[in-house]
């Protein structure tokens, strides 16, 4: 799955008009609770990317399912979670799927179970290989692509 989910930026006219300082929202349609903002556009999409990748880890800790992002439509700006915050996901979402328990992970990779823990924790730092490994664990594998940026994204910032 790509963990790249459309959202909505939109301009705060009124809080532009309160503050004086230009003002975005940002919501996420397909991921609950994931809303942020910034004052510039730029803020508005780095913080965009930083609030989906917390909201996404809330799913993990509540022991949801990761939501499956919808098509991006017109006027959305495509975002996506960092590299090693998709890995994560992916393996988290593959141990749903398989039944996998934390601590039958750990059996499988020798590890302790505070270890696997951390290594679907989006908010605790892991080295890639460890999560690739695990991925391979449980029959998955991480993909890493690039893109040019929305043609949405660049034409605002100009």
Partial sequence: MRYAYPCNIVRDDEEARASGR???NVDFPDVYGANTGGWSWEEALSMA???LGVALGMCIK????????SPLA????????????????????AMREQGVT???LADRLGLQ???????????????IT????????VGRSLIVEDRPRSS?????LL
């Fill in 49 to 51: 990317e930083d609030c």
């Fill in 113 to 127: 179970e505070n270890a696997v823990r951390r290594l679907i924790d989006p908010g605790h730092r892991s080295h």
């Fill in 62 to 69: 509540a022991h949801e399912d990761i939501p499956a992002p």
């Fill in 22 to 24: 230009d003002a975005y």
């Fill in 130 to 137: 460890s999560v690739e490994k695990a991925l391979g664990v």
């Fill in 74 to 93: 017109e006027g959305q700006v495509l975002i996506s979670v960092a590299p090693i915050v998709a890995a994560k996901l992916a393996l988290y979402t």
């Fill in 152 to 156: 949405i994204a660049e034409s605002l």
């Fill in 102 to 104: 934390i601590v039958a």
